[in-house]
């Protein structure tokens, strides 16, 4: 508890970056609901014992991943994996949760846990931006870890239908413990390559379970300004600056384009015309600027292709589509080939 407190505390400092100062309040959210049921007096021995082991192993992880050493690029990547993984444990603790289905969540935190601590030392921390823009080649540790957290964050989605949700569960178990053998220092290199190439494999088959999952979810009936805010914010949060900025370049207000962007934060609706984005400058400035709907939208279609969408954003990406049905019905705009995929 004390780790956490500090690290949360640490946060709240100016110089970190917004979405790194939630993701790392929302992971503690997520463990203290897992200390809550460690410490109540019914949780038999054997649970609360699995527990605090993964409790530890996150925890570990939050401070290795906030530390200094790493890049911002790729802390950012890692602080996003543990957000979106710590937040099955709920789920996990739940009493209503499945034996069945509360085995293998707990397992996939504490592997890709420990894949996210180990990640630094095994190099593939230094691929992530390519991981967050979705790039392609074999998948390091980083890439794989990334796709991980893209389950995850399904099977915590309450919009996921139970079938596919037990079925992530299931696949997400595998995929983890693939991650560990891959990252763990401890193995060969031989064991380290083999569960690399077959990662390779998995990420491919388990990107068609995430498009799946969310498809089987019901559209959001969102308004074009709600919808264009909720995919907006999803593409903040999973996408590196630095394609956010050349993505996004033309539509800078003038000041912002001068200091430099740090962290494109999140996005809230004004009116189904306009967002209002806010965002971190290089000097740390907290600011917050209109930015049109109709080329916002475009421009960051081009950042993430329809084919990525789901791979990257989860269940947010129906809002991207949602907003694009808009576009096309009421505006007569393209929106890059995010809705190629309902036109098959």
């Known amino acids: 508890m004390e780790t956490l407190i500090t690290l949360v505390t640490t946060a709240a400092g100016p110089e970190t970056r917004p979405q790194d100062r939630q993701g790392i309040v929302e992971s503690a959210e997520h463990l203290a609901a897992a200390l809550t049921v460690i410490n109540d007096p019914q949780t038999s021995p054997e649970l609360r014992e699995e527990l605090t082991s993964v409790v530890k192993q996150v925890t570990s992880a939050l401070k290795t991943v906030s530390g200094p050493k790493i890049s911002p690029e790729a802390r950012s990547m890692l602080i996003l994996v543990l957000r979106r993984t710590s937040a099955t ?80 569960v299931k696949s997400t178990r595998q995929f983890s413990a693939l991650l560990r053998k891959a990252s763990d220092p401890r193995a060969s290199q031989e064991e380290r390559s083999e569960a690399t190439k077959k990662l390779d494999e998995e990420t491919a088959r388990m990107k068609d379970e995430q498009e799946e999952a969310a498809s089987a979810q019901e559209r959001p009936a969102e308004s074009l300004g709600k919808a264009a805010a909720v995919c907006t914010s999803a593409i903040f949060e999973t996408t590196p600056e630095a394609a956010l900025a050349r993505g996004l370049k033309k539509l800078l207000p003038a000041e912002w384009e001068a200091e430099g962007v740090k962290d494109f ?37 081009e950042v993430v292709p329809g084919d990525r969408l789901f791979g990257t954003l989860a269940g947010s990406a129906l809002s991207c589509e949602q907003a694009a049905a808009y576009l096309e019905e009421d505006h007569d705009v393209t929106v890059g080939t995010w809705l190629s995929r309902t036109a098959e």
Not at 98 to 127: C, H, I, K, W, Y
Not at 140 to 151: E, I, N, R, Y
Not at 273 to 300: C, K, S, Y
Request: glycine share 8%.
């Open 265 to 301: 934060w999140k996005a809230d609706e004004k009116s189904n015309e306009e967002l209002d984005v806010l965002a971190q400058l290089r000097n740390n400035e907290h600011t917050h600027g209109p930015f049109d709907v109709v080329p916002l939208i475009t421009e960051l279609a």
């Open 89 to 168: 444990l709920p789920l996990a603790c739940d009493h209503r949760t499945r034996q069945e289905l509360r085995e293998p969540l707990l397992g996939t935190v504490a592997d890709m846990s420990f894949a996210a601590e180990s990640s630094e030392n095994e190099g593939g921390s230094s691929d992530a931006s390519e991981t967050l823009a979705g790039g392609g080649g074999t998948p390091t540790v980083s890439k794989a870890l990334f796709a991980g957290s893209t389950s995850n964050a399904l099977i915590q989605d309450a919009g996921t239908p139970p079938e596919q949700r037990d079925q992530l």
